[in-house]
């Protein structure tokens, strides 16, 4: 009840001080009524005019005046006017312009022990201190009276042009702000490598190089198979290129590049900057590192080649290593076919020294069969014998036929006849040992069909050695040809020439890459930093 009373009169008095005044303070108009005569006021009237017209010349703001005016209302004060509201504000040591809590606005009256100006209860309770924020109008008329030319609309219009500076004096301390993190996180790292580009790095020299691994053309046969389709394109040597890129990609290319031509030696010393350079005693790993930066290779399988570029201090060192690094090329390429090569050679050469060695022994045979019977040919052995067999049994039939044209008498002279007999007899006791001979083995010797027999078994042994011989021969030989076929050829393209001007380093490009580079990270952490921001404070 005590509040709703107190919030009546407080309503009152506003209206009271608000019917009193015009809004235009002591301003006077050319067609007003003159003045009534003036009253004497007391001294303590006197001060407070004075006191309030020192107040109308600070230039307060509207928002400032209804300020101290809520905050009179909120101490119980009566005022008459916002000024005066400042001025009893004031007089209480009270700041009416300090933003502090509610809770601090609560203040008791001295003259009436704890109660307001009107005699009711200081508001110590939450629920008065609890009060509703206040809702601010669109416009509200400005209540200063101390520069009575000045309208609304240009108060509006100044205020304006105070908020649009302020926003620019923002705009242009965000722009300051970005420039310097721009300058500090890009600018500065691009300055630093454009510097070490431009000025600290060493000149490096490259040798280009271009070869391609080749084989011999396959064979009529080969040709022919399934795998001749892809004999003469380039995907027939592709498994060969990537094995001899792999080889001069590895340590062990680069330990021999460095003990045959002083790898490490070429970029150790004060001539090479300090990143590149390799410490006196660099390690195998440190080595690499570089050796992988300063020997590039690439695989064209569209073209079969392989390209190598290799860099250097000086171009006679990038020459002399590129050269060096092609002969192992070559070894290696030697080495991969190497084993197949002499797998196949050894197969076929010991064939035929084996069937080489077997002829050997057939024709031995032979020979001491002939030495043995003493025949040289079985065959001729047995035309002689059939020659004199022959001869023998044409000469019998004439004895016979003699016998015959004696027997024929009647008394056949004894003198003829015997001697005649015995002839007959003699010729075919010839006859008979001769077709023993060839036929039977007699206590002389074996018989011509023995001695036939293992002639012919051995000449036929040294035939088919001969015939197995000649195979191993034809096999040899075409493992050869498929040996030769086998052999991987290393045709230099492009040769390494010394360069006599540096290709590295390329300065503006690098600088340019690394001015891309800390953009590009600069962008990603601050859309990162804003994405978070907007994502904490929503």
């Known amino acids: 009840m005590a509040d709703g009373a107190r919030r009546a009169r407080l309503a009152r008095q506003d ?37 309030i017209d020192s107040i109308r010349r600070e230039g ?27 001025r009893q504000l004031r007089a209480r040591g009270i700041d009416p312009f300090q933003r502090s809590s509610i809770l601090e606005l609560v203040v008791a009256d001295d003259g009436d022990g704890g109660q307001g100006g009107a005699g009711l209860p200081a508001r110590t309770d939450l629920g008065a201190q609890r009060l509703p924020a206040t809702i601010k109008p669109a416009q509200v008329p400005s209540t200063e009276v101390n520069a009575p030319a000045e309208t609304p609309e240009r108060l509006r219009a100044r205020d304006i042009m105070r908020i649009q500076r302020d926003i620019a004096r923002r705009r242009r301390r965000r722009m300051v702000l970005m420039g310097a993190r721009l300058a500090f996180f890009v600018g500065l790292p691009t300055f630093l490598a454009g ?26 046969a080969a040709a022919g198979q399934l795998g001749g389709l892809v004999a003469g394109t380039t995907f027939a040597n592709s498994q060969d290129s990537i094995n001899v890129q792999q080889y001069l990609q590895s340590r062990d290319a680069m330990n021999r590049l460095d003990k045959d031509n002083g790898f490490k030696q070429a970029f150790e010393g004060p001539k090479i900057d300090p990143i590149l350079r390799l410490p006196s005693h660099a390690t195998n790993e440190e080595t690499y590192d570089l050796y992988q930066r300063m020997v590039k290779i690439g695989y064209d399988p569209t073209e079969g080649s392989i390209k190598m570029e290799v860099i250097a201090p000086t171009g006679q060192e990038a020459a002399g290593f590129s050269r060096a690094l092609i002969s192992y090329a070559e070894q290696q390429v030697d080495h991969m076919t190497q084993r197949i090569r002499e797998d196949q050679m050894t197969g076929a050469r010991q064939s035929y020294e084996g069937a080489e060695k077997k002829l050997a022994a057939a024709q031995e045979k032979v020979v001491n069969l002939q030495q043995k019977f003493k025949v040289l040919s079985s065959t001729i052995e047995e035309t002689l014998l059939t020659n004199q067999i022959t001869a023998l049994d044409s000469q019998l039939n004439q004895a016979k036929l003699t016998m015959q044209e004696l027997m024929s008498n009647p008394n056949p002279p004894q003198a003829r006849v015997q001697p005649l007999q015995r002839r007959i007899d003699n010729i075919e006791a010839r006859i008979r040992t001769l077709r023993n001979r060839m036929t039977q083995n007699t206590s002389q010797g074996v018989s011509l069909a023995t001695v036939q027999s293992d002639l012919l078994s051995a000449q036929a042994d040294v035939q088919t050695r001969q015939m197995m011989l000649s195979q191993a021969l034809q096999s040899l030989e075409t493992a050869r040809a498929e040996a030769n076929r086998q052999v991987r050829y290393l045709s230099l393209s492009v040769s390494p020439v010394a360069a006599d001007h540096p290709t590295y380093p ?14 590009g990270l600069y962008l990603m952490v601050s859309m990162t930093v804003s994405i978070l921001r907007e994502q904490v404070s929503g």
């Not at 005569?37 to 004075?50: C, M, W």
């Open 506 to 519: 390329r300065a503006f490009e690098n600088t340019l890459v690394a001015f891309l580079i800390f953009a």
């Open 15 to 51: 209206v009271d001080e608000d019917d009193d005044d015009d809004g235009f303070g002591d301003q006077r108009f050319p067609t007003a009524a003159p003045h009534a005569p003036d009253t004497v006021l007391a001294p303590r009237e006197v001060a407070s005019e004075t006191a």
């Open 60 to 86: 307060l703001t509207g928002r400032q005046l209804r300020m101290a005016r809520r905050m009179a209302q909120r101490n119980g004060m009566a005022v008459t006017s916002d000024f005066d509201a400042v």
């Open 195 to 220: 510097f070490y580009f431009y000025k600290v790095a060493t000149p490096l020299y490259a040798s280009y190089s271009a070869f391609v691994i080749q084989k011999a053309e396959p064979g009529a």
